[in-house]
């Protein structure tokens, strides 16, 4: 079978593009049998896979987004002859004689869509309904989010494959020495509560602000932030402010594969309050580093960490601040903590991920 897998998002930062990644090295070390077509929009991403036998890469210019979607990978699918299209992010052609698989990472547009930019939430509401109905299967990443796409989005529950994702494999608990160098080098305090995301209103970055600012004369902690801004986020930016934490709250900016395992091995806490997550990768990868978790109640949250979290209203800072003081000063839960998130952890792999989806590809032969 020729399976074309849609990759122009490929250079972005976030989870869905760490799933992709990690999905397709995982696939195309079980899968010798299939042959893949990477199509890339951008030809710096060439070479990423080029040493499987069975992978080729094109890279598909257009002027835009929706053209390269719509108008230019149907055309290549048709010349290449291509029997299945598979895009990790969020969309898939319309107009295609193939088969598709569509990647739908749960229903946040839809069940928090004040969460969105006006023009996105337009778009998403036209769109997703669209390729719901258009696709071969869906695959999303936990049983919440598959009913949420049946809900809100008019999906045949017959097309829907729930698939879990994994972590990062580096995430793992570290000696001191092996943490030495990125504490140095991005001058980490002694003692910190850790988040890790892109700033938007679903990660919930202003309620964890509130929180932290009524724990802040009772515990020694700074807060360390990991990630990036991406929309909505000059309201946060200002509450920050208003609240007199600028000095408290660190923005470290983006971490490497390689360097977050450090990060979440040497912090007291990661918070994880956010509205809706699709999976919340973060997550696992604090508690395969050891690190105890708080994360909501809302969303996909706790079906990913089950009992091996604190669960927090997020809409609640003073719920959350009150789980952030219990954690940090009950000895006897954190380490219970710790040691449910080690073995929740082991649930999750990216070969058990990558298994199930060529099962899933393999079904259209």
Not at 201 to 206: D, E, R, V, W
Not at 258 to 284: H, Q, T, V, W
Request: hydrophobic share 40%; charged share 25%; proline share 4%.
């Amino acid at each position: 079978m020729r399976i074309g897998v849609m990759l122009r998002n490929l250079g972005e930062q976030g989870g869905i593009v760490v799933y992709a990644a990690n999905l397709l090295k995982n696939l195309f070390e079980i899968d010798s049998k299939n042959e893949y077509l990477l199509m890339y929009r951008d030809a710096k991403d060439l070479g990423y896979f080029s040493s499987r036998s069975n992978v080729k890469e094109r890279v598909i210019s257009a002027p835009n987004k929706l053209w390269w979607d719509q108008v230019s990978v149907p055309q290549v699918a048709k010349k290449e002859k291509l029997d299945l299209i598979f895009n990790p992010k969020l969309s898939i052609p319309l107009l295609t004689s193939c088969k598709t698989v569509w990647v739908m990472h749960g229903g946040a547009q839809f069940a928090v869509p004040h969460a969105f930019k006006l023009f996105d939430r337009i778009y998403f509401t036209i769109a997703n309904r669209l390729y719901a109905k258009k696709a071969s299967a869906i695959v999303t990443m936990t049983h919440l989010g598959s009913k949420d796409i049946v809900r809100y989005m008019g999906a045949d529950s017959k097309k829907m494959h729930v698939i879990y994702e994994a972590y990062n494999e580096n995430c793992r608990v570290l000696k001191k020495e092996e943490t030495d160098e990125v504490r140095a080098k991005y001058s980490l305090p002694e003692r910190f509560i850790l988040f890790v995301g892109g700033l938007t209103p679903l990660k919930n970055f202003g309620n964890l602000l509130r929180a932290f600012k009524s724990v802040e004369n009772k515990i020694p902690h700074h807060l360390v932030v990991v990630g990036w801004k991406r929309w909505k986020f000059s309201r946060d930016m200002k509450l920050l402010e208003e609240l007199g934490l600028s000095d408290r709250v660190l923005f470290k900016g983006f971490a490497s594969d390689e360097e977050i395992p450090a990060f979440f091995n040497l912090a007291d806490l990661f918070a994880f309050p956010s509205i809706y997550e699709g999976f919340g990768i973060p997550a696992l990868e604090a508690m395969a580093c050891g690190c105890p978790v708080i994360a909501s109640k809302t969303g996909c949250s706790p079906e990913v960490v089950g009992d091996a979290a604190g669960l927090v209203d997020p809409y609640d800072p003073d719920m959350i601040a009150e789980c952030i003081q219990k954690i940090l000063k009950d000895d006897a839960l954190r380490q219970r903590l710790i040691d449910k998130g080690i073995e929740r952890a082991k649930h999750f792999s990216w070969r058990k991920t990558a298994t199930q989806t060529l099962s899933l590809f393999n079904s259209f032969d």
